[in-house]
């Protein structure tokens, strides 16, 4: 099957089982997960969504999102849109919902499925929980914050291996008439990225997004370099994209201020010329000194930090990541990246959270050693690892560990071994950054740049997934279950009669029936989530 009908095929998958066009209201995508807002969330088959060979979980939030991992998510969406456009416009009702099994899962047997659906349901019944929790006004705002950045990941990976990449040739004295070819490639975006964050800003909370940003292209006009302000000359680009949020929010408030209150006949004049003409001078004679200071601050703390306490602070930060991604405060550190990014063209922030994943990954691969007679719970572990391996670590997140709990602390052990492996070699001196953000994992590998060779940052970064791995492998072999947890869940989920797949000097078994609910261990959430 060619690539693009393999997409469309996907696509053609989805639909029916998230209600069909008529149930979907929008339709996006970030780095790894299609969004969709829904009519009628009922109408939705997790279970079918589940059985599709490319969707490796769903996962509910302020959108329904299905996880399709880096690459696949790009080329299914938009065949999905085509898919939604061709339904509205043939008026076709909303099917109903599909039936609970589809193809892969009209092979396995009920008390097969019955294991991994006992953990996927907890998971899924933890995820709604934290999205009550979510909802206050402090981790809106945040998640506004992410919708305003995440679409710049894209770019920001594209122009950070070509960066990655004109370095190497630099250094090896090759192809020199290309590379500065190459470094306007790479730099490019990252000259004007304030003018791109104002357009999103701007968008993102209700404004005109040219305006927004019309606004932030201020900041890095060259002119205002005859400009001074309190007592200095500005520099073009001061502020970086914070002042650029701050200049589009203050626009969107102007605009709105202008709609109220501008006759209707004078609106089209009056109200952009003022929007622009008020956010402009608040930006440059406010905005951009203030936000200049800031991002410095954050430079400069970041440096301060892994230089004095390295080891400790990769500690922290890697095992604590997690939890931080549980509770949706992890789209705060966006535009700190973001802004490290800009200043010194890496953010060591990154490599040391990424050993999260690494954690989770070790912590996956002791389950799958745990618990040798569950088959369907290693078969869930076997399709999510090698995403897991790459950075997308939702489905074994919501379907292995969190549900399990335990391995999900031993998890962030493990991601706080990793992160304290890096940290301490930026505390020696070896800065190990990364030049985007978005991926992490194996996939971090061609995103990596320091102050040394790049085969040094290579080798810490990949010393710290090694000793991420180990970790979470070891602290969930041996302290991650307890005695009840290992009773209910190492046993066969095969019907009578059938071998048990994938687990190595098992013999047939009766079907063990699913608990009534967790157990101790299992409905014990961990610490601080």
Not at 96 to 124: D, F, I, N, T, Y
Request: proline share 7%; glycine share 14%.
């Amino acid at each position: 099957m060619a690539p693009e009908d393999k997409n469309r095929a996907t696509a053609a998958a989805i639909l029916p089982l998230v209600g069909g066009a008529a149930n979907v209201d929008s339709i996006a995508h970030c780095m790894t997960r299609l969004r969709l807002a829904l009519h009628d969330r009922s109408l939705v088959d997790d279970e079918a969504l589940k059985a599709i060979p490319a969707v490796m979980g769903v996962v509910e939030d302020d959108t329904y999102q299905i996880v399709l991992g880096p690459g696949t998510v790009a080329r299914v969406t938009p065949e999905f849109e085509r898919l939604v456009e061709e339904g509205r416009e043939a008026a076709t009702p909303a099917p109903a919902s599909a039936p609970a099994s589809g193809p892969a899962s009209a092979s396995a047997s009920a008390s097969e499925v019955a294991s991994a659906e006992e953990l996927a349901s907890q998971g899924a019944a933890m995820k709604a929980a934290r999205k009550a929790k979510n909802a206050t006004p402090f981790k809106l705002f945040l998640r506004r914050i992410a919708n305003i950045f995440v679409p710049l990941i894209p770019a920001l990976i594209g122009c950070g291996i070509i960066a990655g990449l004109n370095g190497l040739l630099v250094n090896l004295g090759w192809l020199t008439s290309v590379t500065p070819a190459l470094a306007a490639m790479a730099s490019g975006f990252m000259a004007l990225i304030a003018v791109f964050v104002g357009f999103n800003t701007a968008k993102e909370f209700g404004g005109t997004p040219i305006l927004g940003g019309a606004v932030a292209a201020i900041i890095v006009f060259p002119g205002v370099a005859n400009i001074e302000a309190f007592g200095q000359k500005l520099s073009p680009g001061q502020g970086g994209v914070l002042g650029a949020l701050g200049a589009a929010v203050l626009a969107v408030y102007v605009e709105k201020w202008c709609r109220r209150w501008v006759p209707e006949a004078l609106d089209v004049l009056v109200t952009p010329t003022l929007t622009v003409l008020v956010s402009g001078l608040v930006t440059i004679f406010g905005l951009m000194f203030v936000a200049g200071e800031v991002s410095t601050a954050i430079g400069s703390f970041a440096d301060w930090l892994l230089a004095n306490g390295g080891a400790g602070a990769g500690f922290v930060l890697g095992g604590l990541f997690l939890p931080l991604v549980m509770l949706g405060l992890h789209q705060a550190l966006i535009p700190i990246h973001t802004t490290l990014i800009e200043q010194q063209g890496y953010t060591v922030l990154l490599p040391i959270l990424a050993m999260a994943g690494a954690g989770q990954v070790g912590a996956a691969v002791a389950v799958y050693f745990r618990l040798p007679r569950n088959g369907s719970v290693r078969r869930t572990i076997k399709s999510a690892l090698p995403a897991g391996l790459l950075g997308v670590g939702e489905p074994l997140i919501y379907g292995v560990s969190l549900p399990l709990g335990r391995p999900f602390i031993t998890a962030c052990v493990g991601g706080a071994f990793g992160g304290g492996f890096i940290g301490l070699f930026n505390q020696l001196g070896d800065k190990v950054g990364s030049t985007a953000i978005g991926p992490s994992g194996w996939a971090l590998f061609p995103l990596l740049d320091g102050n040394h060779d790049l085969g040094t940052t290579v080798a810490i970064y990949g010393g710290g997934l090694l000793v991420g791995y180990l970790a979470g492998f070891l602290a969930t072999y041996f302290f991650g279950f307890g005695k009840e947890l290992l009773a209910e869940f190492n046993v066969s989920q095969e019907p009578a009669g059938a071998t048990t797949s994938g687990a190595p000097g098992t013999t047939t078994g009766t079907a063990s029936a699913p608990a009534p609910g967790p157990g101790p261990d299992q409905a014990k959430e961990p610490a601080g989530l």
